[in-house]
């Protein structure tokens, strides 16, 4: 009977350890993939030439990822800026002033934010942000372009890298307060104790003592929140303007690299190279989540083991 359930756990740890790895290879199994089909165009391109080129011409065997690279990080930063502030004031009240009852009943609408599809969010990002930036920010913008650096634009259609800052910045708000959240809430209560004792208020605690200690963990979230951010695609596709060019404002459109891929692959595939450039895209964005993905988990296992 002892040797029957003995074989019966090792069997069953076995089995779950093969699953788990699998899962685990999927990642490397789907690289390897994608850096076999862009070979093609590896060897006729040179990958430096193919990431700072800016001329992207299909039609005439050019490929230049420049501008969707560059499209990318714009609106990607512009969603860091507008949601990292949110969501630090927002971890910080649910963590340190928020009653316990309100903690909990917000946690299930963060939960709720971030399980949203992204359709959700562009069809809410056509309808809503880019009509209010249209009629009521541009017209201010206009006026104030002569004085600020990188608000001048010929685009007054509202799609562009802004409108799609904002979408992004909403999807990447839940995800960044609750981990900040969790970081801030894990700082032990001796810590808190120790400042207040010395005669500090409860926000001078939180700005010198608690904000101070969780600082890798608050890292980790905005690191995991751009990793999101810099994958997203079908919200980002809606509203970001999809015109091939470097922004040079605010407001022009852009094309990220996500949306080149969801608007072109399966079309045109009978130019040379067109499927071989979208895959080595496809590549490019799987290994900047992967590492970004691999550093907020890094700075998170250190502020949980700081802290065990």
């Not at 927002?90 to 909990?104: D, G, I, T, W």
């Not at 852009?254 to 067109?274: D, F, K, Q, R, V």
């Amino acid at each position: 009977m002892y040797q029957k359930r003995t074989i019966k756990d090792i069997t069953a740890k076995h089995i779950m350890f093969t699953l788990t790895l699998l899962v685990s290879l999927l990642v490397v199994v789907i690289a390897w993939g994608l850096f076999t089909r862009s070979r093609p165009i590896l060897s006729e391109n040179s990958l430096t030439a193919l990431l700072f080129s800016v001329k992207w011409h299909p039609t005439q065997g050019q490929f230049g990822f420049a501008p969707f690279i560059l499209g990318t990080i714009y609106v990607t930063l512009v969603a860091i800026v507008l949601a990292v502030p949110l969501a630090i004031f927002s971890a910080v009240f649910l963590a340190e002033y928020a009653p316990k009852a309100l903690r909990n009943s917000f946690k299930p609408v963060l939960d709720l934010l971030a399980g949203i599809s992204p359709v959700i969010f562009g069809a809410f990002g056509v309808l809503v942000i880019v009509p209010l930036v249209q009629k009521y920010l541009l017209p201010v913008v206009a006026h104030l372009a002569k004085f600020v650096p990188f608000l001048a634009t010929n685009n007054f259609t509202g799609f562009g890298v802004f409108s799609a800052g904002i979408i992004l910045a909403m999807m990447i708000f839940p995800i960044m307060t609750q981990v900040a959240e969790e970081v801030i809430h894990s700082i032990p209560k001796e810590v808190r104790d120790s400042s207040l004792a010395l005669g500090a208020t409860h926000w001078e605690t939180i700005k010198y003592v608690v904000l101070k200690k969780s600082r890798p963990g608050i890292i980790a979230a905005v690191i995991l929140g751009l990793a999101r951010a810099f994958g997203e695609t079908i919200a980002v596709l809606m509203v970001v303007g999809n015109v091939v060019q470097i922004p040079k404002s605010l407001f022009d459109a852009a094309y990220t690299l996500p949306a080149l891929i969801a608007n072109n692959y399966g079309e045109m595939m009978s130019i040379p190279l067109y499927d071989s450039a979208l895959l080595l895209a496809a590549l490019i964005l799987l290994v900047v989540t992967v590492f970004f993905n691999i550093l907020a988990w890094l700075i998170l296992a250190r502020v949980e083991k700081a802290y065990v």
